[in-house]
């Protein structure tokens, strides 16, 4: 049997090496889609770890600031409470509480 280099001999080989460029061609995206697809995967749930972290410390703030201003605003509250409370005894009784002075 004698190795004679026909043309169906070349169209053969033509199409295994046309199938191995596209072979190899496709690889190589796919390979680099699903990289992508588990970077993202990691990078999600890194920052899954790293929001919870943050909400954590946001919650923590407001509540803290929630207990400062509460006991900033608490004597200032009373204190105008009192006032108003006395401002309407006089009222109620006809004492004029005010001396302003008009200009």
Known sequence: MAFYLT???WRDISLI???LLYLIGLIIPLALAYLAV???DA???KATV???KAQHFSHQTR???EKISDRITRPVVS???KVARWQQIGRA???SGSNKRSV
């Open 93 to 95: 009784l006809g004492i």
């Open 7 to 9: 043309l169906s001999l």
């Open 17 to 19: 090496w046309i199938s």
């Open 43 to 45: 990078a999600l749930n």
């Open 79 to 81: 204190v105008n409470r």
């Open 63 to 65: 509540i803290q600031t």
């Open 38 to 40: 588990r970077g993202m």
């Open 50 to 52: 790293g929001m919870r």
